[in-house]
């Protein structure tokens, strides 16, 4: 044993021991020439369990941490080894382990946890994005240092392992009560990959919130609500997203889960209204069917001659309607006047009262559906599958007819229906928005002539859907090499041509730059991946923060969308000052 007061290879002065194990032992210790503290880890040769099982475990954390450079990362500065330890010198983390601080005070509130969950999500995309990837495998409190500046740092990488050799099923590693299913043989759902340390992370992250201990507890209802029914229905409904048995079924990637992290509270009143619903009886939607069928039938009966002035006073109406849903009814009144489905007015001012509340609802879509195809069965159909519509298919007269009669009419609205799914669908996680919005704005593009002012807003949209449709498949491939260039070119199109344009909606440029910050906050490794520079990603940061600046939005959803953008500012910035070591080099500087 080192005693306190030496000195550790002519320059590491013992001051105390902070912590011990079975085979070791840890210490503070400073540098005196450098005047720098540090932690030192000694694994005596001499302990009860076997010391080279062990000390394979010290080299892969060795291995791991020093080519790693993250602010919630520890490093490695030297190692020693004689004939009776094995020592690792590293960065000091002052503070608790989360694991302490719910054994003294119990579930931590929920800003904390959410706080800590970023940055824990931070870090293993981090390491998911290295090459090859690391996967950490043992995400659990006591792996997690909570230090005094309210930050923390991810600890003991031992069980972390890179995905290029993790070529069979795992043995059995991690924490039981943490560990994924296919953490363990015969699990049937093969390999470790950035999913599992997602299941690892939201056990986690329950653990945080309950107080339960995973480990020593069987858990039948993983809800956190289930213990503490005052918790977020948004958060409750992330951790159960994360912790799915089959990994197909969780987040596919932590740029995903971060996204609905930074949003949890924009889900609760979704998730509401999903849980009302379910309350509707069918007799209430059947009567609903049959009224818009009799009120198809009174339309229809009108003169032809009568049509036009109909459809113009009825969008007259609905113009000078407080009402919100009357006005929506009003509008899908006047498109459904004979001979008048393939004018332009009607949806344009439908889809604009969408998007007043901010939330392109499930009613919405409905609604939409059932206008857009005149059918209700495909609308419930159309609905279930969650796509944003294929108006090809020979059941769609009203769409079909519309694009055949008026091409140009037709792309401006398929333009605007891409942008509510964008921007405003009722499922907040950008990725699905994108998949949804890739049809409509593609159809804009093709169906657009050359002077549609929005027809190179709608080829970027294009791109950047099929960025996200796309991307897994290829990183599960190793094939998605220059792929963040495009997007970054394109979110410098959506920046120029959106968040920009004055002539747009407060809401509609505030959208734009949250999309894009958040796209520049989980991306920068990869931009500088893919070779774009730091300059020009600062260049972009630069404009985010320009035009938040620029935007009153003094009052309603968008004074909202703006603070919430606003508090993530720094972060943002962080993640960039990270990706490309200036955060690192001038903290190295003292």
């Known amino acids: 044993m080192i005693k306190v007061g030496s000195l550790l290879d002519g320059k590491y002065r013992i001051l105390d021991e902070v912590g011990h194990g079975g085979m070791s032992v840890v210490y503070m210790a400073r540098n005196?020439?450098?005047?720098?503290?540090?932690?030192?880890?000694?694994?005596?040769?001499d302990g009860k369990l076997d010391f080279n099982t062990v000390r394979a475990g010290l080299v892969a954390e060795i291995e791991t941490l020093k080519n790693l450079s993250h602010p919630n990362l520890p490093s490695i500065v030297d190692v020693i080894e004689d004939d009776e330890s094995f020592i690792i010198v590293m960065d000091f983390i002052e503070g608790n382990s989360l694991d302490k601080i719910l054994e003294e005070n119990g579930a931590q509130p929920e800003e904390y946890v959410v706080e800590w969950a970023m940055q824990l999500c931070d870090v293993l995309g981090y390491l998911h994005s290295r090459t090859p990837p690391i996967i950490y495998r043992d995400m659990k409190p006591a792996n997690i240092m909570l230090k005094p500046d309210g930050n923390i740092t991810v600890i003991d990488f031992g069980t972390a392992k890179t995905y290029d050799i993790d070529l069979?099923?795992?043995?059995?590693?991690?924490?039981?009560?943490?560990?994924?299913?296919?953490?363990?043989?015969?699990?049937?759902?093969?390999r470790t990959d950035a999913r599992t340390d997602i299941y690892c992370l939201g056990m986690t992250l329950y653990h945080l919130l309950t107080g339960v201990d995973p480990c020593k507890n069987i858990i039948a209802d993983k809800s956190i609500r289930a213990i503490n029914p005052s918790l977020s229905v948004g958060l409750d409904m992330?951790?159960?997203?994360?912790?799915?048995?089959?990994?197909?079924?969780?987040?596919?990637?932590?740029?995903?889960?971060?996204?609905?992290?930074q949003h949890y509270k924009d889900?609760?009143?979704?998730?509401?209204?999903?849980?009302?619903?379910?309350?509707?009886?069918?007799?209430?939607?059947?009567?609903?069917?049959?009224?818009?069928?009799?009120?198809?039938?009174?339309?229809?009966?009108?003169?032809?001659?009568?049509?036009?002035?109909?459809?113009?006073?009825?969008?007259?109406?609905?113009?000078?309607?407080?009402?919100y849903n009357e006005q929506k009814s009003l509008y899908e009144e006047a498109i459904n006047i004979p001979g008048q489905d393939i004018k332009t007015d009607a949806y344009l001012k439908l889809l604009a009262a969408y998007d007043k509340d901010g939330v392109f609802s499930i009613d919405e879509v409905e609604q939409l559906n059932r206008i857009l195809y005149n059918n209700e069965e495909y609308a419930n159909e159309n609905r279930a599958n969650s796509v944003g519509g294929d108006p090809n298919k020979e059941t769609k007269a009203r769409i079909t007819k519309?694009?055949?009669?008026?091409?140009?009419?037709?792309?401006?609205?398929?333009?605007?229906?891409?942008?509510?799914?964008?921007?405003?669908?009722?499922?907040?996680?950008?990725?699905?928005?994108?998949?949804?919005?890739?049809?409509?704005?593609?159809?804009?593009?093709?169906?657009?002539?050359?002077?549609?002012?929005?027809?190179?807003?709608?080829?970027?949209?294009?791109?950047?859907?099929?960025?996200?449709?796309?991307?897994?498949?290829?990183?599960?491939?190793?094939?998605?090499?220059?792929?963040?260039?495009?997007?970054?070119?394109?979110?410098?199109?959506?920046?120029?041509?959106?968040?920009?344009?004055?002539?747009e909606?407060?809401?509609?440029?505030?959208?734009?730059?949250?999309?894009?910050?958040?796209?520049?906050?989980?991306?920068?490794?990869?931009?500088?991946?893919?070779?774009?520079?730091?300059?020009?990603?600062?260049?972009?940061?630069?404009?985010?923060?320009?035009?938040?600046?620029?935007?009153?939005?003094?009052?309603?959803?968008?004074?909202?969308?703006?603070?919430k953008i606003m508090s993530f500012i720094p972060n943002t910035k962080e993640a960039i000052e990270t990706a490309y070591g200036t955060r690192l080099e001038t903290s190295n500087i003292d």
């Open 32 to 45: 005196e020439k450098a005047n720098k503290t540090w932690a030192v880890k000694v694994v005596r040769k």
């Open 168 to 190: 069979g099923q795992t043995t059995g590693i991690g924490t039981i009560g943490y560990a994924a299913p296919e953490q363990y043989r015969g699990s049937g759902y093969g």
């Open 238 to 261: 992330i951790i159960q997203k994360c912790i799915q048995e089959h990994p197909d079924a969780r987040y596919q990637s932590c740029a995903e889960l971060m996204y609905d992290l």
């Open 267 to 323: 889900l609760e009143p979704i998730i509401k209204r999903r849980q009302k619903r379910k309350l509707i009886t069918f007799s209430v939607v059947t009567i609903l069917s049959i009224m818009f069928a009799v009120t198809g039938v009174f339309l229809y009966g009108y003169a032809q001659r009568k049509a036009t002035d109909n459809y113009e006073e009825t969008i007259e109406k609905a113009d000078g309607n407080s009402n």
């Open 402 to 503: 519309f694009k055949e009669k008026n091409p140009s009419g037709y792309a401006e609205v398929c333009f605007d229906i891409g942008s509510l799914y964008w921007y405003s669908y009722y499922e907040p996680n950008q990725v699905t928005r994108a998949q949804n919005s890739i049809y409509w704005f593609n159809e804009a593009y093709k169906n657009s002539a050359d002077d549609f002012e929005d027809r190179g807003a709608a080829k970027t949209y294009v791109s950047i859907g099929e960025f996200y449709r796309d991307i897994q498949s290829k990183v599960n491939k190793g094939k998605e090499k220059g792929m963040y260039k495009d997007l970054f070119a394109n979110l410098q199109d959506v920046m120029d041509s959106v968040a920009k344009d004055e002539n």
């Open 505 to 563: 909606t407060e809401k509609v440029r505030l959208d734009a730059l949250d999309f894009i910050r958040s796209c520049v906050h989980q991306y920068a490794t990869k931009f500088k991946t893919d070779g774009i520079s730091e300059t020009e990603v600062n260049n972009l940061y630069n404009d985010i923060v320009k035009c938040l600046e620029g935007i009153n939005a003094s009052e309603g959803v968008p004074k909202q969308i703006k603070a």
